[in-house]
Structure formats: structure tokens, C-alpha cells
């Protein structure tokens, strides 16, 4: 099975600052990456999928990179809003996810 | 808008078996594909399989001898059928709909809202 290992584990930023998650692979999964969010007390919400494409509803603050095991989640200009657990999710070997960055706002 | 809501006893006993069922509005189910995954602060997030609405299906490997995913057309409704539960099966429960792109599965969206199923005597 692929191990995602995401860090920090916590990120503790202000309104309009970036935020800069990782997601690591065990193993080589291409461009099968995927990140969501999730607010608690609501299910997962689909944020970008094949590494850098925003899902449907976006925001264009909200962007991808990355490849083959190493992926980056970044957050321009963050807003209250913002304030959740982010998980990445890979499809290349059935479907494993990450444990989850929480970003927090100062 | 297609929109997921699960439903199914929220308390099973142990070595029984579990059942949930999500009712889809806003869209027919039959061209999709539709998975059901779960949550715990043990194993996190956990893709449990699919049904496609050719009543095909796949399943996680270590959870194949005991998962079964069903759907019903008329009813516009997929189930979620566990067996020989444990306590570690206890989670909560998220039926989705696979997000496709040109024929493949990208991810999953919309998600329901989850259903907590605590496994216990």
C-alpha cells in the first residue's frame, strides 16, 4: 500500500500570509495526486486533482505542484475561511490518503 | 446539484454485520460511479470500494472477503454492506461520487455529510 506522509502536521499563519503543505509518497505515483479540505463537522470537499488542476468552484488562490513523490499544496493570500485539516489522496495504486496538515489562523 | 446523504443504524454489535444506504438526489446514479469511504482518528481516511451503475464493482484488498456494494436504480440509492465488524471498524461512514475527467476517476466529490457507526456490545 502507498504511505502518503504529510507535514507539519500544523500550520499556525495569518490572513494574507501563504501556506506551503507537503505530501511525500512511499513510491512513485506520477501525477495521481489529489488534495481536499475539510472544516469540522463536514465531509471532505475535492480541491485539486492530477497534481495542479482546481476542481470545479476552485478558488485560483488554491494551486498544486509537484511530482512523482514529492507534492506541494499552496494557499495564496489566506482567509479566515481557510482555517481546516487539507489531506492529499493518491489514485495510482487504489486510493490511499495522507493523515492531514491543519491549517490554524493566528 | 447532486447531493449524497447516508443513512443505517448508528450502533452495530460486534460479529454483526453493518448496512448503510445513500440516497442521491439532484441526479440519476445509473451513469456514475460511486464509492464508499470512512474516517477514524486510528486509520484516517479509508477508500472502502465502488459501485458503477452497471452494477459493477471494486473493493480496498483488505477489506474484499467482507464488504458487498450494491445499488438500486429505482430507488436511486447505492449500499454498504460489512461484515464480522469490530470495534475497529467502528468510523465515520462517507458515501461520494467519483469525480471523473475524461472517463477516469480524479477524486471524489461531493461527498455526503457522514454517518458515525460505532461498533460495540
Known amino acids: 500500500e502507498i504511505v502518503l506522509t504529510q507535514s507539519p502536521a500544523t500550520l499556525s499563519l495569518s490572513p494574507g500570509e501563504t501556506a506551503t503543505l507537503s505530501c511525500r509518497a512511499s513510491?512513485?505515483?506520477?501525477?495521481?495526486l489529489a488534495w481536499y479540505q475539510q472544516k469540522p463537522g463536514q465531509a471532505p470537499r475535492l480541491l485539486i486533482y492530477?497534481?495542479?488542476n482546481r476542481a470545479t468552484g476552485i478558488p485560483a488562490r488554491f494551486s498544486g505542484s509537484g511530482s512523482e513523490t514529492d507534492f506541494t499544496l499552496t494557499i495564496s493570500s489566506l482567509e479566515p475561511e481557510d482555517s481546516a485539516v487539507y489531506f492529499c489522496?493518491?489514485?495510482?495504486?487504489?486510493?490511499?490518503f495522507g493523515q492531514g496538515t491543519k491549517v490554524e489562523m493566528k | 446539484q447532486v447531493q449524497l446523504q447516508e443513512s443505517g443504524p448508528g450502533l452495530v454489535k460486534p460479529s454483526e454485520t453493518l448496512s448503510l444506504t445513500c440516497t442521491v438526489s439532484?441526479?440519476?446514479?445509473?451513469?456514475?460511479?460511486w464509492s464508499w469511504l470512512r474516517q477514524s482518528p486510528g486509520k484516517g481516511l479509508e477508500w472502502i470500494g465502488y459501485?458503477?451503475?452497471?452494477?459493477?464493482?471494486d473493493y480496498k484488498s483488505s477489506l474484499k472477503s467482507r464488504v458487498t456494494i450494491s445499488l438500486d436504480t429505482s430507488k436511486n440509492q447505492f449500499s454498504l454492506k460489512l461484515t464480522s465488524v469490530t470495534a475497529a471498524d467502528t468510523a465515520i461512514y462517507y458515501c461520494?461520487?467519483?469525480?471523473?475527467?475524461?472517463?477516469?476517476?480524479?477524486?471524489?466529490?461531493?461527498w455526503g455529510q457522514g454517518t458515525l457507526v460505532t461498533v460495540s456490545s
Open positions: 461520494a461520487k467519483d469525480y471523473m475527467v475524461r472517463g477516469l476517476n480524479r477524486g471524489f466529490d461531493p
Open positions: 439532484g441526479e440519476s446514479i445509473s451513469p456514475h460511479y
Open positions: 459501485v458503477y451503475g452497471s452494477g459493477s464493482t
Open positions: 513510491q512513485y505515483i506520477g501525477n495521481y
Open positions: 492530477d497534481v495542479s
Open positions: 489522496q493518491q489514485r495510482s495504486d487504489w486510493r490511499t
